[in-house]
């Protein structure tokens, strides 16, 4: 009899929508399944993983925890994912189950699909592809656009054939979700979920589970032994980018561009938040993460920004020998000028 495939959770979710905090909840309380856990960053700084990897579980140990930094999982499947699912299957001690981390800005598509390469498919299948939202970001119509403005301006203006670029990415990871997690509803009163649920429903032909968190906080039980196997209906899960360019022309990110930003130690953590504040409205920065060298202190403060939502906490003390630094990863369309933005977050300090 052929062993049991190891199911495997994929994770995606536009940038800062709190995929990286519910999947901390989750490793806390996982029932004693081992859990391997491998994390995509787009970017040069590993924030994710170092956070997770502070995070004590024993079911998931440091060395449980991979990290893929070479660019967007759905660009490296064949260089990057594949090599790695090989290298964890060939361990002495199995994972239970295999939890995957999207970046904000990859496409699960092609993830999902390489479940379909022969030696994977014998050995894992996917249990289900979890999307998460941020429903205070989607009621402030951060991806709700007035659809019957659009579609006015489309009749004035023939250029206007595409839906915006991050538009089109929420759209595909809701697509190819079998649950989607609305995160963040403790921000919002009931009408205002009422209509982040209907906006989001509205966006997507198929109708995946839908749930409501705060707080990234999920029980293990919802999460893992969905037992779909998604990567037998990926065909019914294409995303705009299969149905746009099936003649097979190759994928890229170019209207995605990010870059790291190192600084010096900060005095006042509060004042330099509130005046980054400035900074991401100003530029339209997406997504900013990292840490920060804060004097005076022991402990290394972690910075998380999603538009004008700054989060910052001291997660752990500075390691003996540790090089100290404030180093920020700064994510935004192709079209910012990152020379224009690094000075700005420069002239902070």
Known sequence: ???????????????????????????????????????????????????????????????????????????????????????????????????????????????????????????????????????????????ADDHDAVDARRADDASLDHESPIEELFEDQLTCADLIVLNKTDLLDGKGLSRVRHEVASRIARKPAMIEARNGEVPASVLLGLG????????????????????GTPHDHDEFDSFVVDLGPIDDPAGFAEKLKGVIAEHDVLRLKGFADVAGKQMRLQVQAVGSRIDQYFDRAWAPGEARGTRLVVIGLHEMDQNTVRKAIQALV
């Open 1 to 143: 009899m052929s062993q049991q495939k190891i199911p495997a959770t994929v994770i995606t979710g536009f940038l800062g929508a709190g995929k990286t905090t519910m999947i901390r909840n989750l490793l806390s309380n996982t029932g004693g399944k081992k859990i391997a856990l491998i994390i995509n960053e787009f970017g040069d700084l590993g924030v994710d993983g170092d956070v997770l990897k502070g995070c004590g579980a024993e079911n998931c140990t440091e060395d449980d925890i991979i990290e893929l930094t070479n660019g967007c999982i759905c660009c490296t499947v064949a260089d990057d994912f594949i090599p790695t699912m090989t290298k964890l299957l060939e361990r002495a001690q199995r994972p239970d189950h295999i939890v995957i981390e999207t970046s904000g800005l990859a496409l699960p598509q092609p993830l999902v699909a390489a479940f379909n390469w022969p030696d994977i498919r014998s050995e894992v299948t996917v249990d289900g592809v979890i999307t998460v939202v941020d429903s205070a970001a989607v009621a402030a119509g951060r991806f």
């Open 228 to 247: 779909i196997g998604t990567e037998e209906d990926i065909g019914n899960r294409k995303s705009h980018h299969e149905l746009e360019h099936e003649d």
